[in-house]
């Protein structure tokens, strides 16, 4: 059975920093993994995804993760953050589709001025 | 226009009541889902709906009944509430099983049993 985990549950930086939320998958076959952000007071929305392909995907609004399969990792960065990223972070798995997704515990991100 | 939207967003009832939870997509998918999220913040999938057929059961009691009106709605059926049944319920939709697909999240409904 596949498995996430989020480290973290709680991530204190100063607005501008670089910041990293980790997570790491468990799983007997190839996955798919994705991040999802949550606002407060909003449904999740998804940031970015791996499918296949470049192991480095990239969101919009400038952050990125990593697929790392030897250490079953999909970290996700952010070179420099902002007080609006502030929020509930969720790394996801799937074997495939009919499965739905599964999820880790999330980190809040906390933005300090 | 909100994409999934969920109704009530906060329920506060009794236990052994019977209870819903609606949901709406305005997307055009023809995939929906139930995900519930614990005390501890974990999200588990319940259910998901493809084409008006139920896909993916997971562990859940049969005290939960997704019932799927049309392809734009995905309504859980809740009797006999519990304590244990109080958390977030999150409705989301995607435009068919495929993970290219993204899931759109409805904004959850905060489930209390007293």
């Known amino acids: 059975a596949q498995s996430v985990t989020q480290l973290d549950s709680q991530v204190p930086v100063f607005e501008e920093a670089p910041v990293e939320l980790r997570?790491?998958?468990?799983?007997?076959?190839?996955?798919?993994?994705?991040?999802?952000?949550q606002y407060p007071n909003?449904?999740?929305?998804?940031?970015?995804?791996?499918?296949?392909?470049?192991?480095?995907?990239?969101?919009?609004?400038?952050?990125?993760?990593?697929?790392?399969?030897?250490?079953?990792?999909?970290?996700?960065?952010?070179?420099?953050?902002?007080?609006?990223?502030t929020?509930?972070?969720?790394?996801?798995?799937s074997e495939s589709g009919a499965d739905g997704l599964t999820f880790g515990k999330g980190t809040h991100l906390i933005i300090q001025p | 226009d909100t994409a999934v939207s969920q109704t009530p967003k906060y329920l506060v009832t009794q236990m052994g009541n019977d209870k819903s939870i609606k949901c709406e997509q305005n997307l055009g998918h023809d995939t929906m889902y139930w995900y519930k999220q614990d005390s501890?913040?974990?999200?588990?999938?319940?259910?998901?709906?493809?084409?008006?057929?139920?896909?993916?059961?997971?562990?859940?009691?049969?005290?939960?009944?997704?019932?799927?009106?049309?392809?734009?709605h995905l309504n859980l059926h809740i009797n006999s509430l519990e304590l244990g049944d109080s958390a977030v319920y999150f409705c989301a939709s995607s435009q068919g099983l495929d993970l290219w697909n993204e899931q759109f999240f409805g904004p959850g409904t905060r489930l209390t049993v007293l």
């Open chain 1, 23 to 37: 997570c790491n998958y468990s799983s007997s076959v190839s996955v798919y993994l994705f991040w999802y952000v």
């Open chain 1, 42 to 85: 909003q449904g999740l929305q998804l940031l970015l995804k791996y499918l296949s392909g470049s192991t480095l995907v990239e969101s919009i609004n400038g952050f990125e993760a990593e697929f790392n399969k030897s250490q079953t990792s999909f970290h996700l960065r952010k070179p420099s953050v902002h007080i609006s990223d």
């Open chain 1, 87 to 93: 929020a509930e972070y969720f790394c996801a798995v």
């Open chain 2, 40 to 72: 501890k913040k974990f999200l588990k999938i319940m259910f998901s709906y493809n084409n008006k057929e139920l896909i993916i059961n997971e562990t859940v009691p049969n005290r939960f009944s997704p019932k799927s009106p049309d392809k734009a």
